[in-house]
């Protein structure tokens, strides 16, 4: 009996853990609205629900490496929740797609890299708006820095529009580090953490 709850114990720890990595890996969640009559304005959220969502990885595309449809554009992620009407193979102009999610920051100054083609805006919950380009423009590189009062996690949201014909470009960046992209040292964090409790279980079974 002793063993069989052990071996359910480590189980249940392995699936924990497969869900946490899992999650943390999901990245950050995006909404695209397309044929967009106010696509010239980021600040504007569009009306209605949006024509599909995705997961993202890593903000960073750009249309004259990919290609300029919404599947090519964005990486060919895994879209859900679509519309009748969402076309991921269709022109990627006027599309709006509002990215939401967290990014690590240390306390004090952190470096902020946002290239962009058309407009864009950007929140920092407890900070503030501190990215407001919501016009249409050429490919422009925005650099700024941001003091945060403490390290931690912080919520965000992303806000981008494409209009005006290709390309298409949006770069999210902190500290020289892709936001949405699976940190190395959470997974090494993640692992180190399930070992220490496949070791802490196994050294009461020997008990």
């Known amino acids: 009996m002793h063993k069989l709850a052990l071996r359910t114990a480590l189980a249940v720890a ?46 960073n595309y750009d249309s004259r490496v990919t290609g300029y449809t919404p599947n090519l554009f ?11 009407t969402f076309n991921p193979t269709g022109s990627l102009d006027n599309a709006y797609i509002r990215f939401t999610g967290q990014t690590y920051l240390n306390a004090g100054v952190n470096t902020f890299f946002v290239p962009h083609d058309d407009g864009v ?51 999210f960046a902190v500290n020289s580090v892709i936001v949405g ?6 997974a090494l964090l993640l692992s180190a953490g399930g070992f220490g409790l496949l070791v802490a279980l196994r050294r009461r079974r020997r008990k």
């Open 14 to 59: 392995a699936v924990l853990l497969m869900t946490v990595w899992t999650s943390h890996a999901a990245g950050v969640l995006a909404e695209i609205w397309q044929n967009v009559l106010t696509a010239t304005n980021a600040s504007v959220v569009p009306s209605g629900a949006p024509d599909a969502e995705f997961y993202t990885s890593g903000i």
């Open 74 to 84: 964005l990486s060919n992620p895994g879209f859900f929740n679509s519309s009748q």
């Open 121 to 171: 805006t950007l929140n920092i919950t407890g900070i503030g708006m501190v990215l407001n380009q919501p016009n249409p423009t050429s490919p422009v590189t925005t650099t700024f820095d941001v003091t945060a009062p403490s390290a931690g996690l912080y919520d965000f949201t992303l806000q981008y529009c494409e209009c005006a014909g290709p390309p298409a470009v949006l770069e």
């Open 181 to 186: 992209v699976p940190e190395p040292g959470s």
